[in-house]
């Protein structure tokens, strides 16, 4: 049974850093497609970055409003992906949610939450002074 499991959460000042993880377990995502989503109360979830292996690499994509702030990483060692968030601002105040796909997702399919198979539990993340 896959599991995904996500940490590293919690309050942060404007400005500041945190570090997502989430540890997959029960299955390998290798040559899968594992991202990142979030949601902000009262909205919907959204896509924050993505991470899948292609053309002999491992390609990273990221919405326009994080782009340049986070960065998505993977262990391929330890079956876990990281968002590393920087200069956050109140605005990404949100629930967290790692998602994973055993396959490798076209381009035009990451953006979509549907098209992910496993979740994890989700993690709050708050920015505030």
């Known amino acids: 049974q896959v599991q995904l499991v996500e940490s590293g959460g919690g309050l942060v000042q404007p400005g500041g850093s945190l570090r997502l993880s989430c540890a997959a377990s029960?299955?390998?995502?290798?040559?899968?497609?594992m991202g990142w989503f979030r949601q902000a109360p009262g909205k919907e979830r959204e896509f924050v970055a993505a991470?899948?292996?292609?053309?002999?690499?491992?390609?990273?994509h990221y919405t326009d409003a994080v782009k340049g702030r986070f960065t998505i990483a993977r262990d391929k060692a330890k079956n876990t992906v990281y968002l590393q968030m920087n200069s956050l601002k109140p605005e990404d105040t949100a629930v967290y949610s790692c998602?994973?796909?055993?396959?490798?997702?076209?381009?035009?399919?990451?953006?979509?939450?549907?098209?992910?198979?496993?979740w994890g539990q989700g993690i709050q993340v708050t920015v505030s002074s």
């Open positions: 998602a994973a796909h055993s396959s490798r997702l076209i381009l035009s399919s990451i953006w979509n939450g549907e098209n992910y198979s496993y």
């Open positions: 991470i899948r292996w292609s053309g002999g690499n491992y390609n990273q």
């Open positions: 029960g299955g390998t995502f290798g040559s899968g497609t």
